[in-house]
């Protein structure tokens, strides 16, 4: 995992943005600058990749950076939700499975960091945004797993929501984004399946692992789909980040892929999906659904969901702790080059 599936805004920044003052430009350097707007648009409408050293416009490039550093802050903060059951799984093999998830996740978020590095932008100012709170990560981990069934079902249908919103992002227009997202989606889809196959296996356990798991089920399903983010037609940022190629695919048509796939997977699974007013629609060739709460998914994102305080916190905890093992490895690095340098100047 995971996108956020939608671009938010970030907090404010501690600095204050200074207002744009436009340069006035010479007419040569505006004609150099209407030529290199002019080869992104071709890039852009042929349906090519833009590269870290292309010219790109500072909107397209901000857009990037914010939606790529959201994705990689997600799959950092997604660990921790699992992370907690690593101790408590119910086998070796569970142990050894989940182990390899969340160590997955983790490698998400260095390529992710890397991509956004790309882009002129570093690892130290992007982590400072997540841990003074000014960066958003996706929502759907502000939530508790509360039981060992929670884990199967963040598998198979949080990691399933995910892959439905990353695939299109392998053909996004900025090459080292969707060059990650190859390798990301890959790995998505074994979490994916680990998190079904876990479930299946509680499923044919006895009434007490069922009913386990048709509670996590109850309790994820809704917030799997408001993943995707809010409707169309509330969506301001989509119709720019189509233009550039950024995202492919709109917030409804997603969850309807979504939902469509799930539907029979549930089935197979013997769980119901807590939705009276899910059913097969005919004429439309896809399944009808009932009314998201965007009321508690935005005080959700917005700081107020039930574990956003302890997710950050043991997430700025964790860097905190981790800071000798920077420490040594900066360390060694100067001695490295220090020691070159001797050698050099022996030489
Ligand atoms: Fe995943
Ligand atoms: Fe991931």
């Known amino acids: 995992m995971y996108t956020q599936s939608f671009n938010v805004p970030d907090g404010p920044s501690p600095t204050p943005v200074k207002h744009d003052i436009k340069p006035v430009l010479t007419p040569e350097q505006q004609h150099v600058l209407d030529r290199a707007q002019m080869r992104f648009d ?66 998400h978020g260095l390529y992710l960091y890397s991509a956004a590095e790309t882009l002129g932008t570093s690892r130290d100012q992007m982590l400072d945004a997540l841990h003074t709170g000014r960066a958003k990560y996706s929502s759907i981990f502000n ?33 080292p984004y969707a060059r990650a997202m190859v390798r990301i989606c890959k790995e998505e889809s074994f979490h994916q399946r680990q998190g079904f196959e876990s479930l299946m296996v509680m499923m044919q356990g006895n009434a007490e692992q069922q009913a ?16 995707f983010g809010p409707p169309d037609a509330d969506s301001t940022n989509s119709t720019q980040g189509m233009r550039w190629g950024i995202k492919r695919v709109s917030n409804d048509d997603l969850r309807q892929k979504f939902v469509d796939a799930t539907v029979p997977q549930a089935k197979v699974l013997g769980v119901t999906l807590p939705d009276p007013d899910l059913k097969w629609n005919e004429a439309r060739g896809h399944h009808d ?50 020691r070159q340098q001797q050698q050099q100047e022996a030489a």
Not at 212 to 227: E, T, Y
Not at 311 to 335: F, I, N, P, S
Request: proline share 4%; net charge neutral; aromatic share 10%.
């Open 42 to 107: 071709e890039v852009i409408d042929a349906d090519g990749k833009i590269e870290p050293k292309d010219w790109m416009p500072e909107a397209y490039r901000k857009t990037l950076v914010r939606q790529i550093s959201q994705h990689a802050h997600s799959e950092i903060v997604g660990m921790l939700p699992e992370g907690n059951w690593i101790s408590r799984a119910p086998s070796l093999k569970r142990k050894a499975i989940l182990i390899a998830k969340v160590q997955d996740e983790g490698g």
């Open 143 to 175: 939530y508790p797993t509360l039981t060992w069934a929670d884990v199967g079902v963040i598998g198979w249908l949080v990691d399933g929501a995910a892959i439905m919103n990353q695939i299109p992002l392998c053909r996004c227009s900025y090459g």
């Open 212 to 227: 386990m798991v048709q509670d996590a089920v109850n309790r994820w399903w809704w917030k799997c789909l408001a993943m």
């Open 289 to 338: 659904y009932g009314q998201i709460d965007w009321d508690e998914f935005w005080a959700t994102v917005n700081g107020n969901g039930p574990c956003n305080k302890e997710r950050l916190a043991t997430r700025v905890k964790a860097h905190e702790d981790g800071q000798w093992v920077r420490d040594a490895a900066m360390a060694y690095a100067r001695k490295q080059q220090q």
